[in-house]
Each structure stands twice: as C-alpha cells, then as structure tokens.
C-alpha cells in the first residue's frame, strides 16, 4: 500500500507562483510514477503534470506546460509541482496520484487508480 499526503498550495494572484509537494509512504518502491490532477469547478479531473520515477521524465498537460514544472526532491518519493504565471483558470482542486490507469491512452485522465492524496485547494485570483 502507498499513502500520498500532499502539502502547499492556498491562495494567489494571477502571475504569481505556488508550489505543491506530494509525500509518499508504504511501498513506494513498487510505484513507476507520481504527478498532479487538478479539478475545477463544475469540470473534469485531469492530470497536469506526471512524474517517471525511474527515469525522471516528465508530461504536462498543454495548457500547463509553459509555466509548471514537476520535480522529486533529493530521490525520494516526494513530488513538487511548481506552478508559475499562475492564471485564473489554474483554480481548483489539485490531487496527487501515484499509478494512475490512462483512459483511452491518455495519460492525463483516468477513471480509476488506487493512489490518491487528499486534495489541496489552489485560488488564483486577478
């Protein structure tokens, strides 16, 4: 079993930067990676950012990909998503996620997994 705990995020005005930080605990061995869903009002969750524990790749989601950037920290199991240029429509509900199923090939969404953080709340506001 793993276990995600997420840290950071909060409130933020538009060109500013945040960051997040996921800790995971239990077999994380067995994990081949880890990112961040983010989930805004009224839309669907999906995935901006995904992390390659063996190799260090990373994929971000379009509309992310110029101004995020994932990291893992010192070669353990924690996770940062650095957001900058933070825009409006950055606001939502971000989840960390370990081996999450793609849907439809796509990595950034899913229907299922069985590795979840809690979910910290990111407000940018103009």
């Known amino acids: 079993q793993v276990e995600l705990v997420e840290s950071g995020g909060g409130s933020a005005q538009a060109g500013e930067s945040l960051r997040l930080s996921c800790a995971a605990s239990?077999?994380?061995?067995?994990?081949?990676?880890m990112g961040w869903f983010r989930q805004a009002p009224g839309k669907q969750r999906e995935a901006v950012a995904l992390?390659?524990?063996?190799?260090?790749?990373?994929l971000y989601h379009d509309s992310v990909s110029r101004r995020f950037r994932i990291y893992r920290d010192n070669g353990d199991a924690t996770v940062t998503l650095l957001m900058n240029n933070l825009e409006l429509a950055d606001t939502g509900t971000y989840y960390c996620?370990?081996?999450?199923?793609?849907?439809?090939?796509?990595?950034?969404?899913?229907?299922?997994?069985?590795?979840w953080g809690q979910g910290t709340q990111v407000t940018v506001s103009a």
């Open positions: 996620a370990a081996d999450w199923p793609w849907e439809n090939g796509r990595w950034y969404r899913t229907a299922g997994g069985d590795y």
């Open positions: 239990g077999d994380t061995h067995t994990l081949s990676y």
């Open positions: 992390f390659n524990l063996p190799n260090n790749l990373t």
